[in-house]
């Protein structure tokens, strides 16, 4: 027997990878700080729990295939509030966003078609897509310009006959950056003059830091059919776990098409639904609150990186993530043997090799990805212990 070549080609997730190792380092008694993953540390609102609490049914029966409709309201007046508006048949729930980009990829694509992505780029984007054989296609964006977007002119190069879409994150992950408006309407340009569907990743949407405003695509007009919103509760309200998350679109030849993947898969859980409910309720300024974590933390990051002779970086925008060049070869083995042979008085810290962000052979060998998705106190001793290593490390090599 023979496992299929969809399957083999898949690429293992550079996030999860040195999960192993990091776990002989914790059986050694080392402590590691976890700035690999975007899981937040912030509590989840209250009003998760107490709506799922008030949940009176005897039985958890199969939600719609849409989803709730109390889900489905929430998303449609928090939108409203924010300015923008969409109608029931234009939101449909999701297994996260994760589930979203999926559909989007089937609904846009055939197998074999493109999709043009800024790199790096969010590397479960490689999962979504493979698993129904579409080929990813890099625009390359670089550390020493934050990552922003190239020239047009370098963008169309890369589209051909088989170019179906352009989907990106925005605040984006891996980067923190966050598009500016003269992007986004580039991008428009570009999707109008070549019939590109737009998948705007916009999870981390309201995360901007230093009174930057990231905007939604869906504030720009006359993309209406061609626009692909996905949204979560994941990383807005901190409910990783909740796997809530919604494809949005005003296109509804698209969605009614959609609407047939969400019911082959029945239904999204029910009682996560009506907890997400109570999330998407809430006052527009709770992102406000989450806001200023993350910049603090966002800054204890960076002041410390600018401190390390050889690193590059701009200062991320947006999102919780930062990727960084390091005055080393080999990122990949910098950050094994972070958690197989160091430690600084019994603790390390844990990170992203930035090579699996990147579609283009041998980018990013040098770079990785933190995560400041610990509390400040913490997210300064690991960036410490980051620093001293990196000189343990170099006069080692
Ligand atoms: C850019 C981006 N999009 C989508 C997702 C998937 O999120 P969800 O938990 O909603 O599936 C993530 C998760 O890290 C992400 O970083």
Redesign the pocket.
């Known amino acids: 027997m023979k496992l299929s070549d969809r399957i083999l080609g898949m690429q293992e997730s550079p996030v999860r990878k040195l999960v192993p190792v990091a776990t002989k380092a914790k059986k050694r008694g080392i402590k590691v700080y976890h700035l690999n993953i ?1 899981q937040p540390d912030i509590e989840t609102p209250k009003c998760f729990m107490e709506a799922i609490e008030a949940y009176d049914s005897k039985v958890i029966k199969y939600s719609f295939s849409q989803g709730e409709p109390v889900l489905i309201d929430a998303i449609i007046d928090y939108y409203k509030r924010d300015g923008m508006h969409y109608e029931e048949d234009e939101v449909l729930i999701t297994n ?4 979203a ?1 999926t559909f989007a990829s089937i609904a846009t694509c055939n197998p074999g078609d493109e999709i043009l992505i800024p790199e790096p780029f ?1 590397t ?1 984007y490689n999962g979504f897509t493979s698993e129904v054989n579409v080929n990813l296609v890099p625009i390359t964006t670089k550390a020493e310009t934050g990552f922003h977007l190239p020239k047009k002119e370098e963008i169309v190069k890369l589209i051909n006959e088989k170019t179906k879409a352009i989907l990106f ?1 925005n605040p984006g ?1 891996p980067t923190g950056t966050i598009l500016t408006l003269e992007e986004m309407e580039m991008i428009k340009e570009i999707a109008i003059e070549h019939d590109l569907f737009i998948i705007s ?1 916009e ?2 949407r309201k995360m901007a830091f230093d009174g930057l405003i990231s905007h939604s695509m869906a504030e720009l007009e006359g993309i209406e059919d061609r626009l692909i919103l ?1 949204d ?4 807005r309200f901190s409910a ?1 776990g909740a ?1 809530i ?1 919604a494809i949005m679109s005003k296109n509804k030849l698209l969605m009614k098409n959609i609407l047939k993947l969400c019911q082959a898969r029945l239904c999204v859980a029910t009682l996560e639904q009506i907890g997400a409910a109570a999330l998407y309720s809430m006052p527009l300024d709770y992102a406000d609150h989450i806001r200023d974590i993350y910049q603090k933390r966002r800054d204890i990051v960076y002041e410390t990186l600018m401190q390390i002779p050889g690193v590059v970086c701009e200062k991320p925008q947006g999102a919780f993530y930062v990727v960084a060049k390091l005055p080393i070869e080999d990122a990949e083995d910098f950050c094994l043997w972070l958690l197989d042979s160091y430690d600084h008085e019994g603790e390390t810290v844990m990170l992203a090799p930035a090579q699996g962000f990147y579609a283009t052979e041998g980018l990013g060998k040098n770079e990785v990805r933190i995560a400041y998705v610990l509390k400040e106190e913490e997210m300064q001793r690991a960036m410490s212990i980051l620093k001293e290593a990196l000189l343990v490390y170099k006069q080692k090599s």
């Open positions: 975007g996260g966003g994760s589930e980009l969010y479960n994150s992950n990743d999870v981390y996905v979560s509760v994941s990383k990783c796997r998350g």
